[in-house]
């Protein structure tokens, strides 16, 4: 490791005992900020990197509930405000049972970054809680809900802090928070993003993540004159990312044969069509966390416990969660004549995956400028809420497009190296340099 490198990193890891993922993240960062800071002295004298990695502000509090059996429940929320030099805080909030102030550092870190390189002005932040939705009735995340609303209610608003939904958050849990929030305030304001369309939600909010992702897909193939149609790809997860990465992969011409679940991975030989795709919903609803029904349902093969990166595909896409393709599924990947690894979930790939990538000459897509689109139109619908105007789907499909256009273009410009694209470098100095020359400007806050 680079000496300045190690010696950045030796304080990141005192100063934040444990917290793997968040260490983690911030030194796939720092390994490509480090020698650009190196050539623009202005970031290190003001200490641009140090403040960088150091919430504004982290809320932690007690979210008490009542289960359906009438015992008193206690999970542990969080709010990560973490940089607001270009905007108010922005960023989802995740309810599953593995999150810990280190995960939504580590997410609101790279919200950071991914917010600048959607050309809108959103800071950076994440929240989210213990809570696990499996197996809960709708009373029961109703009242979660609330209870975590009324806390967090005093700390965002429309022009300090905007949630939006994550892993356990989708559109019913927006729903309840959004509620209980108008009536703490009595007031009827874009504080959430991913809301329901009659009331204040962008349409297309539910699709972004995925479609924005295969948007990235398709501009990285495009730099090889190379395009979607004919490819066949696997897919991770089987919730709103997978889904919107799915319909629009169908719908370009490429082949989705595989999706997974804490349970295992399904094998579809055919491919995913429409109504394969939808079932993914009902799956999601049931809260139960699991894929096999899927295997009964449309006679694909399940294999259970296992990864769906021991397939041959040309894109394979993580879309669940951190750390979900290791250094040896890579391994395995590209031993198969994989032509692109693309992070539709935030940091979905171990640390040693992007180098070994590059080394082959396959593709990397970096979570942060791959699945960008989500957010991006979570901007779009904070835009739509300030002028109490909804845009039509082909509006929001066209800005989207052009969003995700303009991210590769940023990526291919800070990541040039030699004939290739470092995407991991280009989506860091990328979303670094507007963030970096605001905090300048703000002075030493
Ligand atoms: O990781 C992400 O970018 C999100 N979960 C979406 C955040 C948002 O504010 O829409």
């Not at 030796?10 to 983690?24: H, L, R, S, T, W």
């Not at 959103?122 to 609303?149: A, L, V, W």
């Not at 295969?214 to 066949?232: H, P, Q, R």
């Not at 006679?299 to 750390?323: H, L, S, T, Y």
Request: proline fraction near 4%.
């Amino acid at each position: 490791m680079d000496p300045k490198v190690k010696a950045f990193m030796d304080k990141v890891i005192a100063k934040n005992p444990g917290e793997d993922e968040f260490i983690q993240a911030v030194q796939e960062v720092v390994e490509k900020l480090i020698p650009y800071v190196e050539e623009n002295p202005k970031y290190k004298v003001h200490k641009i990197l140090e403040k960088l990695v150091e919430p504004e502000r982290v809320i932690m509090f007690r979210v008490p509930w009542v289960n359906d059996q009438g015992e008193v429940e206690v999970n542990r929320g969080f709010r990560v405000e973490f940089n607001s030099a270009i905007g108010p805080y922005k960023g989802g909030l995740r309810f599953h049972p593995s999150v810990t102030l280190s995960t939504l550092k580590f997410l609101g870190f790279e919200q950071i970054l991914k917010n600048s390189l959607t050309t809108l002005p959103m800071g950076g932040g994440k929240g989210g809680s213990d809570f696990n939705p499996k197996g809960k009735s709708d009373n029961e995340i109703m009242r979660f809900c609330q209870s975590f609303m009324t806390e967090l209610s005093r700390h965002i608003g429309p022009n300090t802090d905007v949630p939006a939904g994550d892993i356990g958050v989708g559109g019913r849990e927006i729903g309840y928070m959004f509620g209980q929030y108008k009536r703490l305030r009595n007031e009827f304001t874009g504080v959430l993003t991913g809301k329901g369309l009659d009331w204040g939600g962008s349409i297309l909010r539910p699709e972004a993540t995925g479609y924005g992702a295969v948007y990235f897909v398709d501009e990285m193939l495009k730099t090889k004159g190379d395009k979607i149609a004919g490819k066949t790809v696997a897919l991770s997860g089987f919730g709103n990312v997978t889904w919107g990465a799915a319909r629009k992969f169908t719908e370009l011409g490429a082949k989705v044969v595989t999706i997974s679940g804490p349970d295992g991975y399904i094998y579809d030989e055919k491919g995913l069509d429409e109504e394969k795709i939808e079932y993914l919903l009902e799956l999601r609803a049931s809260n139960n966390d699991v894929v096999a029904p899927y295997a009964q349902e449309f006679g694909a093969e399940f294999f259970p416990g296992k990864r769906p990166w021991e397939r041959k595909v040309d894109i394979a896409m993580p879309c669940a969660i951190q750390n979900e393709l290791s250094g040896k599924d890579a391994e395995m990947l590209i031993k198969n004549g994989v032509q692109i690894i693309a992070e539709a979930s935030n940091m979905g790939c171990e640390a040693d995956v992007p180098e070994m990538c590059f080394k082959a000459g396959v593709m990397f897509g970096p979570g942060k400028a791959v699945n960008a689109g989500g957010v991006a139109v979570s901007g779009l619908e904070m835009s739509q809420n300030s002028l109490r105007f909804n845009w039509t789907a082909d509006e929001v499909d066209e800005k989207l497009k052009k969003i995700m256009s303009d991210i590769h273009a940023t990526c291919a410009k800070y990541g040039k190296v030699g004939d290739k694209i470092d995407y991991v470098q280009g989506a860091n100095i990328g979303g670094f340099v507007k963030v970096a020359d605001a905090m300048i400007a703000q002075g030493h806050v």
